[in-house]
């Protein structure tokens, strides 16, 4: 069965913190991975996907094929990323997702 | 454009009643997604539509949910004799094939209340 697995419903850190938010994945085939973001009372916006391997607003997530996971990583946290972190999965056109975590930096 | 639009943004019905949703995607994106998203939980897939052919139906939209598209452009969500059940956030995305790939980009969401 396609599952994505997000292990932890809520993440506090202090600023400054290193983050890493769980993403752990059930899919047979080659997965294509995206994490997405929901600040407060804004829409779902699409933080960064493996394939680009890319750093956004300093999260980094790397794709490990042998554990099936993909997490959400930043060495330094700040106040502005608390927000709702979703793990998604496509094993084509549509998004399976994590149930979600939401991450607290606290000041 | 100023983006995946949805209307309306709240809607409060009793049980029983039919509702419908809209959503405008941004204007030359050809796949049209929807979502349903309870609380505490991730969206889960309802639809997909390429253009105006709806290509897959999740096995969570019963025969009480339909969705069109009629011209490839706006979509709607109907849902026939509400139940309680159905309170939910309803979230419209939409996508472009090609260069951009999968990247899906959503809508504000309307949230239903059935009573």
């Not at chain 2, 390429?50 to 096995?59: C, G, P, T, V, Y």
């Amino acid at each position: 069965a396609q599952r994505v697995t997000q292990p932890e419903k809520l993440l506090s850190v202090f600023k400054g913190a290193p983050v890493e938010l769980k993403c752990n994945y059930s899919y047979s085939g080659s997965p294509e991975l995206f994490w997405y973001v929901q600040y407060s009372r804004q829409r779902l916006q699409l933080l960064l996907r493996h394939i680009s391997r890319e750093s956004i607003k300093g999260f980094t997530a790397d794709l490990n094929k042998g554990e099936t996971s993909f997490h959400l990583k930043k060495p330094f946290a700040q106040e502005e990323d608390s927000a709702m972190y979703y793990c998604a999965l496509s094993p084509n056109y549509q998004l399976i997702w994590g149930a979600g975590t939401k991450l607290i930096i606290k000041p | 454009d100023t983006g995946v639009s949805q209307d309306p943004r709240h809607k409060i019905t009793k049980r029983g009643q039919n509702v419908t949703f809209r959503c405008d995607p941004i204007s030359e994106h050809n796949r049209l997604y929807w979502y349903r998203q309870t609380l505490g939980q991730g969206p889960e897939f309802l639809t997909y539509f390429q253009n105006e052919a709806q290509l897959e139906k999740s096995r969570l939209l019963s025969d009480r949910f339909s969705a069109e598209r009629p011209k490839g452009s706006f979509s709607t969500l109907e849902i026939q004799r509400t139940e309680q059940g159905d309170s939910a956030m309803y979230l419209c995305a939409s996508s472009s094939t090609g260069g951009e790939g999968d990247e899906q980009y959503f809508g504000p969401g309307t949230r239903l209340t059935v009573t």
